[in-house]
């Protein structure tokens, strides 16, 4: 089982990033996916979560509005748009199993700051 994130990045406030997640050695299609981060100092955060088929949606209440979750079943992939990204975004993010981060793999670095 690996779950490699990917696509993170320096970005000025106010900008957008596109972060992913390609799923290995399970049946992606069966399984609630779920974002979460790490901010510098602190503990790990959910951020986001989707059903296996799209069709149910979470957020965190500061993400609300700004980020959007998605996912492509044939490409066993998932994905985080971010808009207007503030610097309290900026933590190393990580999709997982669930809200507490189980079955992490490596995360992506975001980083948002002028």
């Known amino acids: 089982v690996q779950l490699q994130a990917s696509g993170g990045g320096l970005v000025q406030p106010g900008g957008s990033l596109r972060i992913s997640c390609v799923a290995s050695?399970?049946?992606?299609?069966?399984?609630?996916m779920y974002w979460v981060r790490q901010a510098p100092g602190r503990s790990l955060d959910y951020v986001s979560s989707?059903?296996?088929?799209?069709?149910?949606?979470g957020y965190k209440d500061s993400v609300q509005g700004r980020f959007t979750i998605s996912r492509d079943n044939a490409k066993n992939t998932l994905y985080l748009q971010m808009t207007n990204l503030k610097p309290e975004d900026t933590a190393v993010y990580y999709c997982?199993?669930?809200?507490?981060?189980?079955?992490r793999g490596p995360g992506t670095l975001v980083t948002v700051s002028s």
């Open positions: 989707m059903a296996p088929d799209g069709g149910s949606t």
């Open positions: 050695g399970f049946s992606f299609n069966t399984r609630y």
């Open positions: 997982a199993f669930d809200s507490r981060g189980s079955g």
